[in-house]
């Protein structure tokens, strides 16, 4: 189920605030389990069999792996990551392989697995970081199912994230009730996350597609993949925001994925910005086991690629996806040994430029269904295909959208947040203007809902 359905907003969230306020304490836990798990399986069913059972699995596992010796430890620990690895493959792969072997091998059609559990990179690389924590000694094995249980399938997080530490976790559960603070700052935050999502993210999602129907201009493709950019943005941010949201109502804190990715001024910056919780997990579980930085500049750029290309191929079962892990690994080497030297020497503002060139050649590929495809739309951009500058179509499109462009440019940036900033100083006016402010949004999320424009999110297809 998505966080904007209608079944969700007015009736099971309500109905969860108010058995958790009534039900006691010993019990809240059982209850946002069985939430969880009836949030899951109303969008996937048929696979909530498998959440339960890796559930149990890793929570066996990690108590077993806790009382053996290193060496012991080290083979239980690569049993764990290669069982539930193999899943991850399996669903997520499994089809891809079949049909690139098609190609060479006459493989029958029935053989491809009709759909992918959802959120299953989510959450497996959350039970694997719990995993490996227990393995480094960081933590103890949980050894109440109930509670690892709830970290697992705490249903804000578990089909998008962000991936949480289970210490992060666990330290909050003490804390877990509903007073007036919380709910108004979980509400706030949930509003703004769905009309990011309703809104600007649907609205730009549009706009991308009017301007890939039609690209018969130069400006029709750099206005397609401006759209696109905004629009990936505000999906995946508008479901940070609703599932920081949700979790703050019951006192728990999940972390910012996203912090103003598009200020950027190099790829590094942007990637310290951008689905943090992913980057700081292959920093900390690939990167720095692997040697970090730590032994010589060979080892460093071996570790980057590998970093990146499992980046990539975390992303999706497509050669676009890789693609886009290798560029990205590829153009960070580039910055991190080369290109540093003549950045450090250029203004704030052309870094930024140059960054946003980068990031937008990167989203080409992450849109693309295939690589030919993602090098047809380059050339388009870049003045290799003889075609206009503009043309009438795209200053059609351009007059329709370029108000909502404006509106996402600017709520990417501080300078959003700044306004609110300056609305919440003026305090003879405050108590009105606030509520005022999130009651507009909810009744603009409501009327976009009700015009049918609500998409899927993008990434629930991760």
Not at 18 to 26: A, D, F, R
Not at 83 to 106: A, G, M, R, T, V
Not at 173 to 193: A, C, N, Q, V, Y
Not at 379 to 387: A, E, H, R, S, V
């Amino acid at each position: 189920m998505a966080f904007q359905n209608y079944i969700f907003i007015f009736f099971l969230l309500p109905c969860l605030l108010i058995l958790y306020t009534i039900t006691p304490k010993k019990y809240k836990s059982i209850l946002l389990i069985v939430a969880s798990l009836i949030f899951y399986a109303w969008g996937e069913p048929v696979y909530i069999i498998l959440l339960i059972l890796l559930t149990i699995f890793n929570y066996i596992m990690a108590l077993y792996m806790q009382r053996k010796q290193d060496r012991k430890r080290k083979y239980i620990l690569v049993e764990i990551i290669v069982i539930n690895l193999f899943l991850l493959f399996y669903f997520k792969y499994y089809n891809f392989f079949l049909q690139e072997l098609s190609h060479i091998l006459p493989i029958p059609k029935h053989n491809d697995i009709s759909s992918m559990p959802l959120g299953i990179s989510f959450y497996l690389f959350t039970i694997l970081s719990y995993q490996f924590d227990v393995y480094r000694r960081h933590i103890n094995a949980e050894s109440h199912f109930i509670t690892y249980a709830l970290y697992v399938t705490w249903f804000p997080k578990l089909i998008m994230g962000p991936i949480m530490r289970y210490e992060d976790f666990k330290k909050q559960l003490p804390l877990m009730k509903i007073d007036r603070k919380h709910l108004e700052s979980g509400l706030t935050h949930f509003i703004i996350g769905l009309v990011q999502k309703v809104w600007i993210a649907d609205s730009l999602s549009i706009v991308f597609s009017q301007a890939n129907a039609s690209l018969s201009s130069t400006g029709m493709f750099w206005l397609g993949i401006l759209a696109y950019t905004l629009q990936i943005y505000f999906d995946f941010q508008g479901y940070t925001q609703m599932a920081i949201g949700i979790s703050k109502i019951f006192h728990i804190r999940l972390c910012e994925n996203f912090h103003y990715p598009y200020i950027a001024t190099s790829v590094t910056d942007f990637w310290r910005r951008w689905h943090i919780s992913l980057s700081l997990w292959f920093r900390d579980y690939v990167y720095i086991p692997l040697g970090g930085n730590r032994k010589g500049i060979c080892i460093q750029i071996r570790n980057l690629m590998i970093v990146w290309i499992l980046t990539g191929i975390w992303h999706g079962a497509n050669w676009t996806f890789l693609s886009w892990g290798i560029y990205y690994g590829c153009l960070l080497i580039f910055e991190k040994f080369i290109w540093c030297h003549v950045q450090s020497k250029l203004p704030v503002i052309l870094n930024w430029f140059l960054t946003m060139i980068c990031i937008m050649i990167g989203w080409v590929f992450f849109s693309s269904e295939s690589i030919s495809q993602a090098f047809q739309y380059l050339q388009g951009m870049f003045f290799f295909k003889q075609l206009p500058l503009m043309n009438e179509e795209f200053l059609f499109i351009l007059h329709s959208c370029w108000w909502i462009l404006i509106i996402a440019m600017i709520w990417a940036s501080p300078l959003f947040h700044y306004i609110g900033r300056l609305v919440s100083k003026q305090k003879d006016y405050v108590w009105i203007l606030k509520p005022l402010g999130i009651l507009c949004l909810w009744l603009l999320a409501l009327l976009y809902s009700v015009g049918g424009h609500v998409q899927s999110f993008l990434y629930f297809q991760f």
